[in-house]
């Protein structure tokens, strides 16, 4: 083979070679290519990667820390609800157990929300008091104190104490004392939240005390007023039956002067009502018929009224031991309650019945004996819801009241051992039902006769010592009439000296009869006890116009032999006079 094929084929195989290796190289820079390609794009894969983990990990972060902070949020929220759910549970509690009614108004007093005790305390139900004004339930004299007090307190958004009278639904009024606070709400509206307590047993303690401080000085002024009348009335009575000694009786000044005497007894009576009302817990008590007492009330209370009453009292009543003055007032008032129930005129009757209460009967009283006394009006009536509270120490339906309260009459007649009750129909009248004790075969205790034959003439030496001198002069011109030597004195100093010369000149008084009372000078129980020292054995008389003084009703204990009661009628000191020297 010649060189230069040979060379030429190798060339060429050569350059075949080098096509193919070059394109196994092309391939394998390819291959390597791709290989770098994707190797950088692992690395790119691997960075985004990393990256993608490194915000991966940030969220994570801030999830964990925003679900810290939702969580921390919602312990928060829960904790929040529990205390708002403590708080509804505390104030339900409270609203609804409490004896206080809680209520909350908007600024013009109208109700938006009443505790549901509010139908215990007041008998409306919640429901029929919202949206109604307070001012509506509150006592005519109230209102305008009230509405001042809660307009300055909404005004200063500030707390306050409000006394004021609320309206039961029966229509008897309530005390309250009202702790008020005016707040903002969120919607910067503004209302008003209170608390009411009934204080109605309170306002009674206080209105009682007041009432007994009351009394007390009226005691104190109707005592000395009653003393003084009782004076005059003393001096009026001796004289006026002084005079009628000398009077036939058959004569006109006779019937004259029996008038102006029985005057005087009426006058007497009004005294002793008076010291009733001063000195309640001094009662009298004695056994007497009733039938009289009730007449005379009831004639004397219905004086110039439109009212008539029908009488059907039954003979032969059982006796009752009785404070007369107590019961004629009951009476009285209870007339006068009837008489005001019918404006335009009416009939009352009056019924007393002697009967007994046996064992078992359904009834407050005891098993026993009694005089039952039913007054009967036809009247407007008391409604039926509240009949049964008018015997309450602050119940009252009047504006504006006259004599014992209907407490005060229900106290009297329970201190008496009865009973008072009550029936009524709305427009059908009232009846008032009395039941005393009574005590069949008691010995009646009546005055003794004031007929001028049952003076007694007398002898002796009297000794009076008074500070009136009316008194002084009309009981010696009494006395001398009867027949007895008479020496006055003035007071207490006076009637020791007189005394002591009586025994110095073996000339003493057989009884001396002394004043309680001296408005200048030494009084009834400083002279007897004087007295005493001179003359143990001495005979003294004590005359009062303080019929319940100690004293008086224990005269013995004091030193004296017997009592006159001013005002006395002549047939007392001549009685007590004959009893003595007897």
């Known amino acids: 083979m010649p060189l230069r094929l040979f060379f030429k084929t190798r060339i060429k195989k050569i350059e075949i070679e080098n096509r193919a290796l070059t394109a196994q190289v092309e391939k394998l820079t390819e291959s390597l290519t791709r290989a770098q390609q994707q190797s950088e794009n692992q690395k790119r894969l691997q960075h985004a990667h990393a990256r993608q983990e490194l915000l991966l990990n940030n969220k994570n972060t801030e999830l964990k820390k925003s679900t810290a902070s939702l969580q921390e949020q919602l312990e928060q929220l829960q904790a929040e609800n529990t205390w708002r759910y403590e708080i509804v549970q505390r104030f339900n509690a409270l609203a609804e157990y409490t004896q206080d009614l809680i209520c909350e108004t908007d600024i013009n007093g109208r109700h938006l929300y009443i505790s ?56 008897y009024w309530v005390w309250f004392e009202n702790s008020c606070a005016a707040f903002r709400c969120a919607d910067g509206t503004i209302r008003v939240i209170a608390i009411l307590r009934d204080i109605s047993q309170r ?277 001398t009439r009867l027949g007895y030597s008479v020496i006055l004195a003035e007071n207490g100093e006076e009637a020791i000296e007189l005394y002591r010369e009586s025994l110095e000149n073996n000339d003493k008084f057989d009884v001396v009869i002394i004043d309680l009372t001296i408005a200048d000078g030494m009084g009834g129980l400083e002279t007897v006890s004087e007295l005493k020292g001179l003359d143990a054995e001495i005979k003294a008389i004590v005359a009062s116009g303080y019929e319940d003084a100690p004293e008086v009703r224990n005269f013995a204990d004091h030193g004296f032999a017997n009592v006159l009661k001013k005002p006395f009628e002549p047939w007392e000191v001549s009685q007590k006079l004959q009893a003595l020297l007897a």
């Not at 006592?139 to 305008?144: A, F, G, I, K, L």
């Not at 001094?282 to 029908?310: P, Y």
């Not at 009248?429 to 205790?445: C, D, N, R, S, V």
């Open 203 to 479: 306002k009674l303690a206080e209105d009682e005390l007041v009432m007994a401080q009351n009394l007390a000085s009226l005691g104190v002024l109707a005592g000395g007023i009653a003393h003084d009348f009782n004076n005059i009335l003393t001096a009026i009575l001796v004289n006026i039956s002084t005079a009628r000694m000398d009077i036939n009786e058959n004569d006109a000044p006779n019937a004259l002067l029996r008038n102006a005497q029985n005057a005087c007894h009426q006058a007497r009576d009004l005294t002793r009502k008076l010291l009733t009302f001063s000195q309640r817990d001094a009662s009298e008590k004695r056994a007497t018929t009733i039938a009289t007492l009730i007449k005379e009330t009831v004639e004397f209370t219905l004086q110039g009224s439109k009212v008539k009453c029908k009488f059907k009292l039954a003979d032969n009543l059982w006796p009752v031991e009785i404070d007369e003055a107590q019961i004629s007032q009951v009476l009285s008032d209870m007339i006068l309650n009837a008489d005001q129930a019918m404006p335009d005129g009416g009939t009352i009757k009056i019924q007393a019945e002697s009967t007994e209460q046996v064992a078992g009967d359904e009834s407050p009283l005891k098993p026993g004996k009694y005089v039952r006394i039913a007054i009967e009006d036809n009247g407007v009536g008391i409604p039926e819801s509240i009949i049964g509270q008018i015997f309450d120490p602050y119940f009252s339906t009047k504006i504006k009241c006259s004599g014992l309260s209907l407490a005060m009459c229900h106290s009297i007649i329970k201190n008496h051992g009865g009973h008072i009750a009550a029936a009524s129909q709305k427009g059908n009248g009232t009846g008032i039902f009395i039941y005393l004790p009574a005590t069949p075969g008691a010995q009646i205790e009546t005055d003794a006769t004031n007929e001028l034959g049952i003076l007694h003439q007398g002898s002796g030496r009297i000794l009076v010592m008074d500070d009136e001198i009316m008194v002084r002069s009309s009981i010696e011109k009494l006395l």
């Open 116 to 171: 549901p005790n509010c139908s215990t305390i007041l008998g409306y139900s919640p429901d029929a008091l919202i949206g109604k004004p307070l001012s509506n339930f509150i006592h005519p004299d109230d209102v305008n104190k009230t509405v001042h007090t809660l307009r300055r307190i909404i005004d200063s958004l500030t707390a306050e104490q409000i006394l004021f009278r609320f309206q039961h639904q029966q229509g």
